[in-house]
């Protein structure tokens, strides 16, 4: 205990140095940085979250347009069978013969009634 009552005497006995405080930094400065490059990041995700929303409605929208486009595609291939089909019926022989019959009297020809010819070469 003695040690520690001498150190205290000499503590006590050297002249007491005023203490030096460190200049104070501009913190103000520093915070409105800190600020601003916070707004600068939000500004930035911001952006980016928006071209990623702008891409997916345009993808949405042309999904759709090929959708109705398919849609579309199979419609006018029906039709395109549905009118084959009454082409091929429209064309069909018997058809035709009972149309020339009707509208213009025509019957088919019998046997004894057609010749036949040969060319020469």
Do not use: C, H
């Amino acid at each position: 205990m003695a040690a520690w009552a001498a150190a205290r005497a000499e503590e006590t006995a050297a002249p007491l140095r005023p203490r030096t405080r460190p200049r104070p930094r501009p913190r103000v400065a520093k915070r409105e940085l800190r600020v601003t490059g916070g707004v600068f990041w939000i500004g930035i995700v911001a952006t980016l979250l928006a071209g990623v929303v702008a891409t997916n409605v345009a993808v949405l929208r042309l999904n759709m347009k090929l959708d109705r486009l398919g849609r579309e595609r199979t419609d006018l291939r029906a039709q395109n069978a549905q009118l084959s089909s009454q082409l091929s019926s429209a064309a069909s022989a018997p058809r035709i013969q009972k149309l020339a019959a009707k509208q213009l009297g025509w019957v088919q020809a019998t046997s004894d009634q057609t010749t036949y010819f040969t060319l020469q070469k």
